[in-house]
């Protein structure tokens, strides 16, 4: 036993500083969303607006992270009689960082429109790439998103045709501190099969956060 001690001991000492190599941390970021939503079909469309909460969390272990993403809100019509709808959107990603300035995503995301006479859902499962790009020594941070989704289902007729979608914004981060502040555009488009109906969601959200992003 004695003499496998001091082997132990050196390897415990060594394997030290290799972990704290690897950041561990996690992070929130909560905020406000305006959206706008547009439906077209042969036959005509619709389109709403109105506004909603996000809210989102990480774990980070470098170079991997879970990604846990909400949002829900109400959209009212712009103009006709369109129904209100409650939009609610949750999303799970595992995201790896191959080199610091690129993120790729992959995992589910389910987005449902709810009115009194029924409630359209998707399911996408979607990969993502996502880069960053430092600005004014490092406070500023711009980034682009391009999503496309791998498989999607909904559950009104006659169901899915794809769905994809974009993001950027600007990311402020003070010196020293771990709270930080982003503004960001969202586009997403999903489509029926056939080209039956297009839907689009657009959306500027606001949002602050602590930690890691």
Not at 95 to 106: D, E, G, I, M, S
Request: charged share 15%; hydrophobic share 45%; glycine share 12%.
């Amino acid at each position: 036993m004695t003499r496998l001690a001091a082997p132990l001991v050196l390897l415990l000492l060594a394997a030290r500083p290799a972990a704290a190599q690897l950041p561990r941390y996690v992070g929130v970021d909560v905020g406000v969303s305006s959206a706008s939503f547009q439906s077209t079909a042969p036959g005509g469309g619709e389109k709403l607006s109105g506004f909603a909460g996000v809210g989102h969390w990480r774990i980070v272990l470098r170079p991997v992270s879970i990604d846990v993403a909400y949002t829900q809100g109400r959209l009212s019509a712009d103009t006709g009689s369109a129904v209100p709808r409650a939009l609610v959107d949750g999303s799970v990603f595992a995201t790896y960082r191959p080199v610091p300035w690129l993120a790729l995503k992959a995992g589910p995301h389910v987005r449902a429109f709810a009115a009194t006479g029924g409630t359209e859902r998707w399911m996408l499962w979607e990969g993502r790439a996502h880069a960053d790009a430092p600005l004014l020594d490092g406070e500023w941070q711009a980034y682009g998103e391009l999503w496309v989704a791998l498989a999607s289902s909904v559950n009104v007729t006659p169901g899915s045709g794809g769905a994809r979608g974009a993001e950027a914004g600007l990311t402020l981060k003070l010196p020293q501190s771990p709270v930080w502040a982003r503004l960001a555009y969202a586009v997403d488009q999903m489509r029926l099969r056939n080209d039956a109906r297009t839907e689009s969601l657009q959306s500027v959200a606001l949002t602050f956060g602590f930690g890691g992003r």
